[in-house]
């Protein structure tokens, strides 16, 4: 098991600026003997100052993109395929294109690029608006490709009318050839790229009536052999699916390609700035080309770098292994990176559109360790949840100089940098538990927690207690007990300040204190940063101890608090939520000296299970 983090140590002096040349020193004013000496105002903790949430859109490549359209109302769109759970990386595309207008007073569309009924399900279709909800946006409307499936087939046909496509019969080894093949040799038309538009357009129309089986003919764009660009080389505009569709049943059985129907659907919906990742950046002469070819108004599209995160897997195929194969849990496991699974494990939506917003936009590939994204969420949450006292592994502590029915009321802050929180009041009484981590049975010099001759506070308990004795299960060799004394000192005389104060959490049924938990604490899935370059394949990589389950954690009563007043925070799509419809992963807290926490959805009324979201350091394997 992980071992408890220890308090942290003051950090080291900041390393020393250079030395600037010496001004000669002005006289002192004489002083005033009358005059008090000046104290120094105590200024209260305060949170550190945020960075600006929009810095994205202010500067930098954002900043160009409007600059070279400064449209009087910015119209973008947000264009999933609905065929499976969105990742980390989409957090990018949501806060870029939702952002981006929401920021200039536009709208953004959420249209779902429905176009392949062979993989779509309506789970995703609900999972992705749910998603984009989470993360704070309402789109202007939500609509479906399908919804435009007529209107593409007659532009299809008008294009065909133009000479601007054709019907195909080729092969797929052939149309490779075709394009240079493997040797990258000479391009070379189709023999069908000649045929008339007369007889393209009636084979067109057989493909549609089910004269055609999948991948006997095929509609293509009639574009330039001769340019260097691929996305040039007379892309697919159609093809035979026989799949029925979500929305229009068995109405079709041709459907519209990503080519054909992008750049057409964001000419219908007069999109402003069509914002994508830069693997479209080669798709941007086809799609200009299209619109130009069917005079329809023409959006701008601009690419910017994709985000990628290592040391995981995003793959929907490489996860759904792992899901069937009981590696995970689901694809909203905490060890994985869906947005799903972010939820779940406890990070805020406001947290993951800060760390894309300190990331920047640009249109490099932004390749980001798994720590980098736990440090900002880290930052998010030092300032934005409670504090509260966890013991994972607890034992108890019997202080034998105090009476069996002592009790005194503790009033802790629920942060000790924003006052707003407010304060809850912990029972302190004869028996607590405190970690087992923070007790030793033999001391020594560089140890300053419990052990025997030892004294150690108790986090805001006014004295702190020494260990004396304590009792050991004989069978295990593990400390099942350990006897205190308070070291409260008589009246009019001091004691001496503990080095160090640890977390406790009082045995008070009064109280209805402790208050029992499951506590699962989620470490890396994979040993190395590159699953898929490990030998034997990604399966081969998964780490065996990517969990840690402390089923007899102990946690303070404030929980009941922060669970009546959660969301923790209360921002983005968790603004508008009451407590009672807040989903578990709103409870969220640091426990003390140990990680951040949040509800898991395996809780129930009389059952508290607990996942870790990160620890409250990179470093959390010091001791002290």
Do not use: C
């Given at each position: 098991?992980?071992?408890?983090?220890?308090?942290?140590?003051?950090?080291?002096?900041?390393?020393?600026?250079?030395?600037?040349?010496?001004?000669?020193?002005?006289?002192?004013?004489?002083?005033?003997?009358?005059?008090?000496?000046?104290?120094?105002?105590?200024?209260?903790?305060?949170?550190?100052?945020?960075?600006?949430?929009?810095?994205?859109?202010?500067?930098?490549?954002?900043?160009?993109?409007h600059s070279e359209r400064p449209s009087e109302h910015v119209i973008t769109r947000f264009p999933p395929e609905p065929n499976g759970f969105l990742h980390i990386g989409h957090s990018k595309a949501i806060a870029i294109n939702f952002g981006f207008a929401r920021y200039h007073g536009g709208d953004c569309y959420l249209r779902f690029d429905d176009t392949n009924p062979e993989a779509e399900e309506e789970k995703y279709f609900v999972a992705i608006r749910e998603m984009i909800e989470w993360l704070g946006f309402k789109p202007y409307k939500i609509t479906y490709s399908s919804d435009n499936f007529d209107r593409l087939y007659e532009l299809a046909e008008d294009l065909i009318n133009r000479d601007g496509a054709y019907v195909c019969h080729c092969t797929d080894t052939e149309v490779k050839l075709q394009r240079g093949g493997e040797n990258h040799g000479p391009r070379y038309a189709c023999s069908h790229r000649s045929r008339p538009k007369e007889e393209s357009l009636a084979e067109f129309r057989a493909m549609r009536d089910g004269k055609y089986k999948p991948k006997e003919a095929f509609l293509r764009m009639k574009q330039n052999l001769e340019d260097g660009n691929p996305q040039m080389w007379d892309l697919s505009a159609y093809r035979i699916l026989e799949a029925e569709h979500h929305r229009t049943g068995s109405k079709w059985r041709i459907y519209p390609t990503y080519d054909f129907t992008h750049c057409l659907c964001d000419s219908f919906e007069k999109i402003s700035h069509s914002l994508c990742t830069t693997e479209f950046q080669l798709s941007r002469v086809s799609y200009e080309w299209l619109c130009d070819a069917l005079e329809v108004y023409k959006p701008?599209?601009?690419?910017?770098?994709?985000?990628?995160?290592?040391?995981?897997?995003?793959?929907?195929?490489?996860?759904?292994?792992?899901?069937?194969?009981?590696?995970?849990?689901?694809?909203?496991?905490?060890?994985?990176?869906?947005?799903?699974?972010?939820?779940r494990r406890?990070?805020?939506?406001?947290?993951?559109?800060?760390?894309?917003?300190?990331?920047?936009?640009?249109?490099?590939?932004?390749n980001i360790q798994l720590a980098r994204l736990d440090q900002s969420v880290r930052r998010y949450l030092e300032q934005t949840v409670p504090r509260l006292m966890l013991v994972l592994d607890p034992i108890p502590v019997v202080i034998d100089n105090l009476p069996d029915d002592f009790l005194e009321e503790i009033e802790l802050p629920f942060s000790p940098k924003d006052p707003s929180m407010g304060c809850h009041i912990v029972p302190f009484t004869k028996t607590v538990y405190i970690d087992r981590s923070d007790f030793r049975e033999v001391d020594s010099k560089d140890y300053f927690r419990l052990a025997p001759g030892k004294a150690v506070g108790l986090l805001k308990v006014p004295f702190p207690i020494s260990a004396t004795s304590f009792?050991?299960?004989?069978?295990?060799?593990?400390?099942?007990?350990?006897?205190a004394h308070y070291e409260k000192p008589e009246e009019d005389t001091t004691f001496k300040k503990p080095k160090t104060y640890i977390q406790w959490v009082a045995s008070s049924p009064k109280h209805k204190s402790p208050i029992k938990a499951e506590v699962r604490f989620f470490n890396s899935l994979f040993k190395s940063e590159n699953p898929d370059a490990a030998e034997g394949g990604f399966l081969k990589d998964v780490n065996p101890d990517s969990e840690e389950i402390y089923h007899n954690a102990m946690i303070e009563t404030g929980l009941v608090e922060v669970?009546?007043?959660?969301?923790?925070?209360?921002?983005?799509?968790e603004k508008e939520v009451a407590a009672k419809a807040a989903g578990p992963e709103t409870v969220r807290f640091q426990g003390l000296r140990v990680a951040?926490?949040?509800?898991?959805?395996?809780?129930?009324?009389?059952?508290?299970?607990?996942?870790?979201?990160?620890?409250?350091?990179?470093?959390a394997g010091k001791t002290t």
């Open positions: 098991m992980e071992k408890g983090i220890a308090l942290s140590e003051r950090p080291k002096d900041e390393e020393k600026a250079s030395k600037a040349k010496k001004q000669p020193k002005q006289p002192k004013p004489p002083k005033d003997p009358r005059a008090p000496p000046a104290k120094k105002e105590k200024v209260p903790n305060a949170p550190a100052a945020p960075i600006d949430p929009n810095s994205m859109f202010k500067e930098g490549f954002l900043k160009t993109v701008m599209q601009r690419e910017y770098g994709r985000l990628n995160v290592t040391g995981t897997i995003l793959s929907k195929r490489k996860i759904a292994r792992l899901v069937n194969k009981n590696i995970v849990r689901g694809w909203d496991d905490p060890r994985l990176y869906t947005l799903i699974a972010l939820r406890g990070i805020p939506p406001g947290a993951i559109l800060s760390f894309i917003n300190e990331l920047g936009v640009s249109n490099a590939l932004t009792e050991k299960d004989e069978s295990t060799g593990l400390v099942t007990k350990v006897h669970q009546t007043r959660a969301p923790w925070p209360a921002e983005e799509g951040y926490f949040a509800m898991d959805k395996d809780s129930a009324e009389r059952k508290v299970v607990l996942n870790r979201i990160v620890s409250l350091k990179e470093d």
